[in-house]
T-cell receptor
Framework: DTGVSQNPRHKITKRGQNVTFRCDPI?????LYWYRQTLGQGPEFLTY????????KSRLLSDRFSAERPKGSFSTLEIQRTEQGDSAMYLC?????????????FGSGTRLTVV | AQRVTQPEKLLSVFKGAPVELKCNYS??????LFWYVQYSRQRLQLLLR??SRESIKGFTADLNKGETSFHLKKPFAQEEDSAMYYC??????????FGTGTRLQVFP
């Protein structure tokens, strides 16, 4: 597999439940990014990792959100006590360090619906 | 603050007509700009990057620092160009800031 893989593709959950998403980046890419996209908007930056280190988190990432990238390979994004406002497409992307001039490779996303 | 503005939500043209999708940015540093495209039921993918000064699928984009713009152009639109287009700004080579996107519809 040479692409970025995200699981699950869709998740429907009840308000207040916890959810976890997984992202498997391109193996040689050391940077991994999480974005969120709501209807009519472009992708909004949430956080990114270089190898296993989480280097930046957006103000959008409340305390209910946590991301990990153990061993610098796959990453998980967990949302605790989900709210209806968390409903969105969660996108993962990977790149070589800095993505400078190379751009990102995106996954297909996980669509979260909180009911 | 870093910002990318795409003023048009929707751009509709007929096949063979010229296309220009507008993108303006706000950034105090040296900008690195990209265009991403999302075709129906496909993932977001890189279309072109300004540093390579390339033409992809007939599309070109020129960085104009004076006007802080990076408009995407194609002289003759094709039906297969119909898609969602996002302009993106690289900030400190660490992350991308995306615009809200423009949907391009090309009618036969």
């Amino acid at each position: 597999d040479t692409g970025v893989s995200q699981n699950p593709r869709h998740k429907i959950t009840k308000r207040g439940q916890n959810v976890t998403f997984r992202c498997d980046p391109i193996s040689e890419h050391n940077r991994l990014y999480w974005y969120r996209q709501t209807l009519g908007q472009g992708p909004e930056f949430l956080t990114y990792f270089q190898n296993e280190a989480q280097l930046e988190k957006s103000r959008l990432l409340s305390d209910r959100f946590s991301a990990e990238r153990p061993k610098g390979s796959f990453s998980t994004l967990e949302i605790q006590r989900t709210e209806q406002g968390d409903s969105a497409m969660y996108l993962c992307a990977s790149s070589l360090e800095g993505g400078y001039g190379y751009g990102y490779t995106f996954g297909s996303g996980t669509r979260l619906t909180v009911v | 603050a870093q910002r990318v503005t795409q003023p048009e939500k929707l751009l509709s043209v007929f096949k063979g007509a010229p296309v220009e999708l507008k993108c303006n940015y706000s950034y105090s540093g040296s900008p690195e700009l990209f265009w991403y495209v999302q075709y129906s039921r496909q993932r977001l993918q890189l279309l072109l990057r300004h540093i390579s000064r390339e033409s992809i699928k007939g599309f070109t984009a020129d960085l104009n620092k004076g006007e802080t713009s990076f408009h995407l152009k194609k002289p003759f639109a094709q039906e297969e160009d119909s898609a969602m287009y996002y302009c993106a700004l690289s900030v400190n080579t660490d992350k991308l800031i995306f615009g809200t996107g423009t949907r391009l519809q090309v009618f036969p």
